[in-house]
């Protein structure tokens, strides 16, 4: 073990996780959606704790922080998130923020090294009024029309939520060309294939890319007892029955790690003695190889196509969401690998993200990295989510390590 090493705090590393586990707490997880009340409560305790690393800076105006360092020398930033999916785990986002944190502790005031990190908490990485908005305004990605159209499920507009959160009025930070080296990021596996492999440390290649659809059926609307079956136009069985289709066809033209998921299905009008006169389906896919993501949107397609030649039904295939794969910087990885060798005994593992993180948006603007720790039994999005404590520590000293010498080269 290498000397440095000895100043990573690995109680106070778990104390500050816990901490934030108890803001929110739902049963062994946590319920922090965008702009809630734990989720602002969450921001103002990081903002409280940056002084901690010689780090200054407050909540930004769509709900970022930014701790900034003024000690001279190459500046690294590093973070994650802090809201939660809904009834969520305690580790997706809040590791990578308190490890970016504890990294910031350990360097910042040691005068044997040169550079300083940044500390990043990015609002709503899940979603719940947009994909990745914080990271997203930070590369100027975000206009104030996108702010004024945004809103959640619910139909709660952003504005609102963040007029509610006291965040009316407030710049929102933006990149600075050149002020960092690049930006390195610690999550969960969210996945199984570390902890089975009896593996410590992921060593991230790269982040897929996420497509998203709306495939809507349109049939006809009748009576449920009186229509003859040979007759009807049931656009729920369409429905049905195209996604059977997908998981049949979609093997012969996929990648090794191509998903797909139909997350959410709606039938009209969705009563029991009426025929469904129309259908629709949120799919999506997920893929690091955007030649495979056009190969499966063409089969989509032309299954549309399929379906309305038999005339019972015809269907629409709507893109409303496009995510550009991303690779990680091959620096980065090699001072993961490194750090892995010196503090987790080579336990590593190169791998590829099949979940979208922050860092892929700010790999759009500078080099990035990855690494993620085991998740027990692979679960995530859900309150059992849990790593081990040990892991959670051996993960810290990679990651301050990683830091370490990214900010040496």
Known sequence: MIDHLSRVDGTRVLADLHALRAIGAYKTGVHKPTFSEPHIRSLHWLVQRLPEASLAGEIDGIGNVLGASTKPGPKLLAGSHLESQNHAGWLDGPLGVIYALEAARVINRDPNISGAVEVASWCDEEGHFGHFLGSRSYVGGVTEADIDAAHDRSGRRMRDALRDAGLTGRARAQYERGRHIGYLEAHIEQGETLESSGLKIGVVTSIVGIWQYRITFTGEQNHAGTTRMAIRRDAGLALAR?????????????????????????????????????????????????????????????????????????????????????????????????????????????????????AQILATVMPAGMLFVPSIGGISHHWTENTADADIVTGAEVFVDTCRRLLAR
């Open 242 to 358: 195209f996604c059977v289709d997908i998981d049949e066809r979609f093997p012969a033209a996929c990648g090794s790690r191509t998903v797909w998921t139909t997350g959410r299905i709606s039938l009209d009008p969705g009563a029991p003695s009426i025929i469904p006169g129309a259908a629709e389906m949120l799919f999506q896919i997920r893929d690091d190889d955007p030649a495979v993501i056009a190969r499966l949107e063409d089969l989509l397609r032309s299954m549309a196509a399929e379906v309305d030649k038999q005339g019972r039904c015809s269907v629409a295939v709507e893109r409303i969401r496009t995510g550009a794969p991303a690779l990680m910087d091959v620096a980065f990885q090699q001072a993961v690998e490194q750090a892995g060798a010196a503090c987790a005994g080579g336990r590593s593992l190169r791998m590829p993200s099949g979940a979208g993180h922050d």
